[in-house]
T-cell receptor, first 111, second 113 residues
Framework: QKEVEQDPGPLSVPEGAIVSLNCTYS??????FMWYRQYSRKGPELLMY????GNKEDGRFTAQVDKSSKYISLFIRDSQPSDSATYLC???????????FGAGTRLFVKA | DGGITQSPKYLFRKEGQNVTLSCEQN?????MYWYRQDPGQGLRLIYY???????QKGDIAEGYSVSREKKESFPLTVTSAQKNPTAFYLC????????????FGPGTRLTVL
């Protein structure tokens, strides 16, 4: 079993839809959780990070962590064609330095 | 502008040749990392360095080597011992232990013919 599981998609939605992207993990020691966006043939860029359980909002993006279920989510409101990319979840154990990444979910937002 | 540069963007090499990928950052970050990305797989850690003149193996270090002689630079050598070197290589840096995330470079696509 992989430490982090993420549905690869692809996920296709119409412009303006609410998008829900999810990851599950197995290591209860993970405390820091991140979401990255990666456009084709580019390096990932950090969208959001959260510590422990709870919600965090930044513009159209909301990150949610449920440590009891070992489940994290990223919600995108009012999705735009420019949101079309691969979204990677990532998480750190307390010591840091060795971030574990999900395989990524490919998202297509149709105009 | 602060950031990470990786060169070249595309690299072609014959099987059996060693090749060195460049990574330079001007973010004044202590920690630097090399990841490999293959289709359908998450990023896998090759090596990381917490500070100058120090580095540790990641999960897939076999067939790779690194050096960290300067804070700004963390080159990766892909040796002929690496069984399947064709991949997208990503360099990253972070403050402290990277708990708040990494800053990634644009990547180098290595193709071994």
């Amino acid at each position: 079993q992989k430490e982090v599981e993420q549905d690869p998609g692809p996920l296709s939605v119409p412009e303006g839809a609410i998008v829900s992207l999810n990851c599950t993990y197995s290591n209860s020691a993970f405390q820091y959780f991140m979401w990255y966006r990666q456009y084709s043939r580019k390096g990932p860029e950090l969208l959001m990070y959260t510590y422990s359980s709870g919600n965090k909002e930044d513009g159209r993006f909301t990150a949610q962590v449920d440590k009891s279920s070992k489940y994290i989510s990223l919600f995108i409101r009012d999705s735009q064609p420019s949101d079309s990319a691969t979204y990677l979840c990532a998480m750190n154990p307390p010591g840091g330095f060795k971030t574990i990444f999900g395989a990524g979910t490919r998202l297509f937002v149709k105009a | 502008d602060g950031g990470i540069t990786q060169s070249p963007k595309y690299l072609f090499r014959k099987e059996g040749q060693n090749v060195t990928l460049s990574c330079e950052q001007n973010l004044n970050h202590d920690a630097m990392y090399w990841y490999r990305q293959d289709p359908g797989q998450g990023l896998r850690l090759i090596y990381y360095s917490q500070i100058v003149n120090d580095f540790q193996k990641g999960d897939i270090a076999e067939g790779y080597s690194v050096s960290r002689e300067k804070k700004e630079s963390f080159p990766l050598t892909v040796t002929s011992a690496q069984k399947n070197p064709t991949a997208f290589y990503l360099c990253a840096s972070s403050m402290e232990r990277g708990l708040a995330g990494y800053f990634f470079g644009p990547g180098t696509r290595l193709t071994v013919l």
